[in-house]
């Protein structure tokens, strides 16, 4: 995979196909990897750009747990498309990807021709959460990522998927335990500080598209509709027989989804 360096760190991205360029922020603690049935089906008409969060894939973690910030992550996001020569670009994130994709728009949000935010939430963390995060941050430190995985595959992923669908199990329970434990300890400060994005989103006018797994237990179906309500007019899509990974559960629906919305802007 290519790599650029923004800020002194080494960013890991995919970049496949040619024509308007589509940039693909991953869910936590995944890594790009999880876009590969969207570069699959839309890099024959889009750039589709996936960089890797810094601490997953192939992108070097944080030498601080202390310097994990979501306005760091986003800087990432704009050195990168600074380093591609990229002025403007569609940008969508799942779930983490959707809160670097929203402190984005509070950075820089003339990069962005349209946003999609998949599985996501515009509210920060509750002290609940936080709490949460902070147990984790220790665990992972003691045990690894590993330690982990099972627990939050069960989350992730929908009950059709893990009824029906082994083989998808199977490779987001060994990507988790491949992740690294600063990568994952990293994620999880930024996200646990992250800013409140309600007022934010109620700003934008770029043309969004508001995705969102039926069977969602971690950003689940109201969430989506309470951005709706914030953004005014997004496209809303509901992906059936899909959980919180809602791309990687029903490709084809969230793929037709995203076709949609794009071309769709082509005609703008
Ligand atoms: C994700 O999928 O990126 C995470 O579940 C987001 C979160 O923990 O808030």
């Avoid at 360029?21 to 589709?48: E, G, I, K, N, T």
């Avoid at 929908?158 to 083989?167: P, Q």
């Avoid at 969602?216 to 059936?240: H, K, N, Q, R």
């Amino acid at each position: 995979m290519p790599t650029t360096t923004v800020d002194g760190a080494k960013l890991s991205y995919g970049d496949e196909g040619k024509g308007p360029a589509l940039v693909l922020l991953h869910a936590f603690p995944l890594s790009s990897r999880m876009w590969a049935p969207q570069v699959q089906a839309l890099s024959d008409r889009y750039r589709v750009i996936t960089p890797d969060t810094r601490g997953f894939g192939d992108s070097p973690p944080f030498g601080d747990r202390q310097e994990a910030t979501m306005e760091r992550l986003a800087a990432d996001v704009v050195g990168l498309l600074d380093d591609l020569q990229l002025d403007q670009v569609v940008l969508g994130g799942l779930s983490m990807g959707g809160y670097i994709a929203m402190a984005v728009m509070a950075l820089a949000p003339e990069r962005v021709r349209a946003l999609v935010l998949a599985d996501t939430r515009c509210g920060p963390d509750g002290e609940e959460a936080r709490h949460r995060r902070s147990a984790q941050q220790v665990q992972v430190a003691e045990e690894g990522a590993g330690s982990i995985a099972a627990g939050m595959v069960e989350l992730l992923l929908g009950d059709t998927t893990r009824a029906h669908h082994a083989d998808i199990v199977s490779s987001v329970t060994e990507e988790i335990a491949s992740a690294s434990a600063a990568g994952v300890i990293g994620a999880l400060q930024a996200m646990k500080h992250r800013d409140d994005s309600t007022g934010l989103l109620g700003t934008l006018g770029q043309p969004t598209l508001v995705v969102v797994g039926e069977e969602d237990a971690i950003s689940p179906l109201d969430e989506a509709e309470t951005m709706v309500a914030i953004l005014g007019e997004p496209t809303l899509a509901t992906i059936p027989g899909a959980g919180h990974l809602s791309n990687l559960e029903n490709p084809e629906a969230f793929n037709s989804a995203l076709a949609s919305f794009l071309s769709a802007l082509e005609d703008d």
